[in-house]
């Protein structure tokens, strides 16, 4: 594995260990033989005959469960496999006489070969078994259906309010204590509340949930009809091989339940791009070209085939259309792997990717498809192989993320690492070292800073080298290229400590627009991703431009005005020096914000010291996120201090600093105001993710995780003096997202 890869891997397992340290509900995995199942319930009917209230099956036949009335009827037993532990004399069992609209607290214990029912928190039943049963990891949870295996698909009618497993026995004074709702405690292994309209399991350990047939939840309750509805919850990765087995109806009702929990989510943005499914960790984007009037777009993500390169294509910058993946690793490939690289046009008019091939190096495929369908690696991959320990190029140049593009008729391509390298070729299968490609370094450039995910092209009067150090992520340097060596000039970064900005990619569309995009890494504990079902967010497209100064400018794509909705505008708005005002009629998390700040003299209204705004602000300011601008230190910064509630949330830099993982509650970027000059903000806020636009000169990224549903303020402040806005322009943003 090449040594960046390793560095790649690394990133990754800093936020994983970072998130799983900052949980301690995720329970470790392990055979499960006492137990207690507890589930709080209100039957449609008591004639009912079959139907499970919650089950623990080892999706092999093998089973325990809360069942109702299947070998007498109107009572509650223990259901199992083949009734090895089930009491099937049961005349002294108490027949049911709830309601539909009376909750009846049902519980049982398995403790060796003792089997212990409880309804109400009393004793209902108990009795022992020869054969006590243990369950693995691969054990699901089932809520409705007896078993998986069931034959006859018996249900249970009614609403389950919740739902506990513990993997260990509980007393008959614990059961007697137990109250819905609570279960701090107690500790369960997996608990299920459906509050807020969610069906996961709040503990993290059975983080895979799928609703089947009319399951569905509805007022704090898991509704079942009776007639094979029921919920499936599973450990990571264990849902899949149920669903491998299942009928095709059990895949649509499964894919009705994902849709469903997507649009659900209050963290998932509704008009960036999303990775459409699952947990894309890295989500690279890359291979972007603009080819046939689409824009075309790769992306890393993982299935079980390992690393390989979404697709997805759209008209107009907005809305994507999913193709099937561009790039994977096939039997008898010498790829095992697709990681970072880029797309252009061959000297046949073909397009083409240059990319990573894991446990090889660097490959090419080409296609020539209207859609980008269809793409066929060469026959001689690796283009040039990854050197290994005593061969003479091992320590010249390593074959990694590589970028590639033609001039003078002859392919150029540079590979990424520590130096980056550069190499030529007079056709694709035929390529030849020549040497570094910088010809020096900058100055604020750390020595151990790598550069990967490198993407050159001209800009201006220039050449731009964007790229990333997998220790300070996505960053750039603009100079002279004279065909052999890049010289920088300047050096400029796109992310900061704290910041989310990641993997950079541009493509050069047909209105000569060079346009980017870059991986937002994702903050949350790896618990709530789980649970969440998705992580992988793109920043807006943006124009990258060269001023007359010669330095960066960086705007939102102008197609995104399309998206605007219910225009609210203010006008000669004056905070007061240290003091704040809400923006009345401005609230939400999926915004827009345009906001010009005027100039001022010391003593007149524009003289405060520092300003900015808050955005996603609970009425009491408990959460908030704090955008402030520094016109003496020359800074743009977002504070994340109070930014969420939940503190599993810590917003550590995610992009390592001497191999540590710090705190850092403020993302701080350079950003000169000049004399005289206003101050115009553009504020993208959708859901989970923020981006600020300074006059066109700086953008910051970051991802924010409120968890208030009444955190959806705007407050202006300004501290030092009095700060003069302008105007104020305000939209809803529509959504591009379908789920």
Known sequence: ??????????????????????????????????????????????????????????????????????????????????????????????????????????????????????????????????????????????????????????????????????????????????????????????????????????????????????????????????????????????????????????????????????????????????????????????????????????????????????????????????????????????????????????????????????????????????????????????????????????????????????????????????????FKGKALDRWRFIGKFLAHEMEDVEADEDLSCPDFFPLGDKHMLLCISHKRGCRYYLGRWDGEKFYPETHGRMNWPGGTCFAPETLLDDQGRRIMWAWVLDGRPMDQINRAGWSGTMTLPRVLSLGGDGALRIEPVKELEQLRMNHRAKTGLVVPADGAIDIDGVRGECMELSIEFAPGSPGSPGSAKRFGLEVRRSPDGSERTVIEVDPAKKTLAIDVTNASLDRSITYRTFVMHGGENPVVTRQEAPFELKEGEALRLRVFLDRSILEVFANGRQCVTQHIYPTREDSLGVRLFAEGGPARVTRLDAWDMDATNPW
Not at 96 to 107: F, H, I, L
Not at 251 to 280: K, N, T
Not at 317 to 325: A, E, N, S, T, V
Not at 328 to 343: H, K, L, M
């Open 1 to 422: 594995m090449p040594k960046l890869m390793t560095m790649r891997g690394l990133i990754i397992g800093v936020c994983l260990l970072a998130a799983m340290a900052t949980t301690n509900n995720v329970r470790a995995e392990g055979s499960i033989t006492d137990k207690t199942l507890v589930a709080w319930v209100k039957l449609a009917n008591l004639t009912q005959r079959g139907g499970s209230a919650l089950t623990l099956d080892n999706q092999d036949g093998r089973f325990d469960a809360i069942v109702f009335g299947e070998v007498r009827p109107g009572v509650w037993m223990a259901g199992s496999n083949y009734f090895q532990r089930t009491q099937q004399d049961q005349g002294q069992y108490a027949v049911e006489t709830a309601g539909p609209d009376e909750s009846v607290m049902v519980a049982i214990v398995y403790e060796g070969d003792a089997v212990r029912l409880h309804r109400g928190g009393k004793p209902y039943a108990n009795y022992t078994t020869d054969h006590a049963m243990a369950f693995g990891d691969d054990a699901v949870v089932v809520m409705g259906l007896r078993h998986l295996e069931s034959g006859d698909r018996a249900g249970l009618a009614g609403r389950i309010e919740e739902a506990r497993l513990y993997d260990r026995p509980l007393t008959a004074a614990q059961i007697a204590a137990l109250m819905p709702g609570d279960a701090a405690d107690t500790g369960p292994l997996g608990w299920w509340t459906f509050e807020d309209g969610r069906v996961t399991d709040r503990t993290g350990t059975f983080p895979e949930t799928l609703l089947v047939g009319g399951a569905h939840v509805a007022n704090g309750a898991l509704v079942l009809d009776g007639k094979g509805s029921y919920l499936v919850a599973a450990r990571a990765g264990q849902a899949r091989r149920w669903l491998s087995r299942s009928a095709s109806g059990d895949r649509i009702a499964a894919a009705r339940l994902q849709r469903e929990m997507l649009l659900a989510d209050r963290h998932r943005p509704r008009y960036h791009f999303v990775a459409p499914e699952g947990h894309s960790m890295p989500f690279d984007p890359n291979g972007a070209i603009f080819w046939k009037g689409r824009y075309h777009l790769f992306y890393i993500f993982q299935n079980e085939l390992g690393h390989c390169w979404g697709h997805a294509s759209s008209a107009d910058l907005l809305r994507w259309r999913f193709h099937p993946p561009g790039l994977v690793p096939a039997e008898g490939d010498v790829d095992r792997g697709i990681f970072s690289g880029n797309a252009f046009i061959n000297n046949k008019g073909e397009a083409t990717i240059l990319y990573h091939g894991v446990d090889a190096g660097n490959c090419i495929a080409t296609s020539s498809d209207d859609e980008l369908i269809d793409w066929r690696k060469l026959a001689s991959n690796p283009i040039i192989p990854s050197p290994k320990p005593g061969e003479p190029e091992h320590g010249l140049y390593q074959s990694w993320d590589p970028h590639g593009w033609v001039e003078n008729d002859e392919y150029h391509a540079i590979f990424g690492g520590n130096p980056a390298t550069l």
